[in-house]
């Protein structure tokens, strides 16, 4: 625990940095952006300490856990609706992968878009109306999946934000 009020400000803005990072993280999957937010609140807590940092970071990690497994499930379930096997998640991950590296950042979601048509297109016997309708409800579902994390992730960034503030004004 860090008693001097400087460096326990000085901690609190470099925790606030990192889980923006993280949150950025979410948006531009570089970076596991929830992971970050939650790896970052507990070293927070624990440099801090008290009563208030504990609850603050506890909240603020449940939030960001509730929307990192909320992304998780919801896109895993739509790829299972839609019968998707794994071989063109990994096709669509690796076109992701060049696609990142062709046309940072953009090309990592047309590279995955393109992907995951492609070889659903080559799985569905050439059927592009099946192939653009099963990858069209993936990516709409993933996209949800997204913002769902984003939303709970800057919730757990603002729960922090409120207790630094308790924290510095009790």
Do not use: N
């Amino acid at each position: 625990m860090v008693d001097s009020v400087m460096a326990q400000g000085i901690i609190s803005v470099i925790a606030l940095v990192i889980m923006v990072v993280g949150m950025a993280g979410i948006v531009l999957p570089v970076l596991p952006g929830s992971l970050v937010i939650i790896l970052t609140l507990l070293a927070w807590a624990i440099s801090l300490g008290g009563t208030p940092v504990w609850v603050t970071a506890i909240v603020a990690m449940v939030f960001a856990i509730l929307g990192w497994s909320a992304s998780t499930v919801l896109t895993g379930r739509a790829v299972h609706r839609e019968g998707i096997p794994r071989k063109p998640l990994f096709v669509a991950l690796g076109c992701a992968l060049i696609g990142l590296f062709l046309l940072p950042p953009l090309g990592l979601f047309l590279g995955f878009a393109a992907g995951l048509f492609g070889a659903e297109y080559l799985r569905r016997d050439r059927d592009a109306a099946a192939a653009g309708a099963a990858s069209l409800r993936a990516m709409r579902a993933m996209g949800l999946g997204i913002l769902l994390e984003l939303g709970l992730a800057g919730l757990a960034i603002c729960t922090a934000v409120i207790g630094s503030l308790i924290h510095f004004l009790l």
